[in-house]
């Protein structure tokens, strides 16, 4: 399992958790950290052996996590990098793309293999603050400055549904499933179908949001000022648990990896990683935060001021041998992939 995560002073950081032998003990490992950017790194993403930075300096960075190195950078786009996301399928242990947003409202596609560069869509009239991308992979939703919502129909390449919010939307994220996908703005978080973007109910949170994963069971976990994890049921719009104080400053990353993610899924508990602005880095077992204020079953302290986290399941291997499972794997599922196909 694999942790990313960016900070203001222009570093990026890389964290493997471990069990030790013979003890539930978990350990936060450190990979790697140097300063990747010319600016503050303001978005991360992860996935299998493959990382991805974005800052204020216009670019985005590629990482490979099997040898801590950087691969490269890609910069058909102008202004500061605003979102991040990889396209895996849940068959496959190597990403298929990589979709970048951007200060000048567009959003990039790469293929995730050879970082070629497909497509560039104009989602929005002004800079996108958040991006997600559907787990079939055939579209993503942007939220904008423009205050507005866009899907994007990636088979096409091309922005398919543009409409105005009544308040501008800081992030939008899919579920697990798809069938729901969720807006943040400021301390309120809204629950939408996906099939018609109707407005289910709305989520109150006592302070601003400024991070939010889903996870599985209708779950959505939320972090911001308030320095609280909130698992938030879906379903009822009600919380279904917290964690009080988690961090000592304000939550600016969460990533949520599930059992399910992994190959050692029997051994794995469930586990939530959060990162604070004061520089901390925390996993937490949310079973355990069901009945009682749990203590963090790892740390570690980067000492400087976190802006992103991402993270990732899937057994690290080399980009090489990833791929050629991945292109096996891809050969047998056929056109069923899911695969980007502009």
Known sequence: ??????????????????????????????LFSYPSHLSPVKCVAVAGPIAASGGADDSV?????SSCSEIGSLTDHSGAITSLSFFSHSSLSF???????????????????????????????KGVNGLSIHPSGKLALTVGRDSCLAML??????????????????????????????????????????EDAKLVFQMENSKRVLCAAP???GLLFTGGEDRNITAWDTASGKVAYCIDDAHSARVKGIVVLSRNDSDTAEDDPYMVVSASSDGVIRVWDI???????PNPLAEANTKSRLTCLAGSSLKLLSKGHARAASNVQEEEQGAGTGRLMI
């Open 153 to 194: 129909n990636l088979v096409r390449g091309r922005r398919s549904f543009y409409c105005r919010l009544g308040k501008e939307a800081s992030l939008v994220e899919f579920d697990w499933t798809g069938d729901k996908f969720f807006m943040v703005a400021e301390e309120k978080v809204g629950v939408h179908e996906a």
């Open 1 to 30: 399992m694999n942790i990313v995560a960016g900070s203001y002073e222009k570093f990026i950081w890389g964290f493997k958790i471990k069990s030790l032998k013979k003890s539930e003990t978990l350990t936060l490992t450190p």
């Open 287 to 293: 079973r355990m935060a069901i009945r009682e204020k």
């Open 215 to 217: 996870g599985s069971s």
């Open 61 to 65: 960075k590629v990482y490979d996590l």
């Open 95 to 125: 990403p298929l793309n990589l979709l970048y947003a951007s200060d000048d409202g567009s959003v990039c596609i790469y293929d995730a293999d050879s970082f070629v560069h497909l497509k560039t869509i104009a989602a929005h009239k």
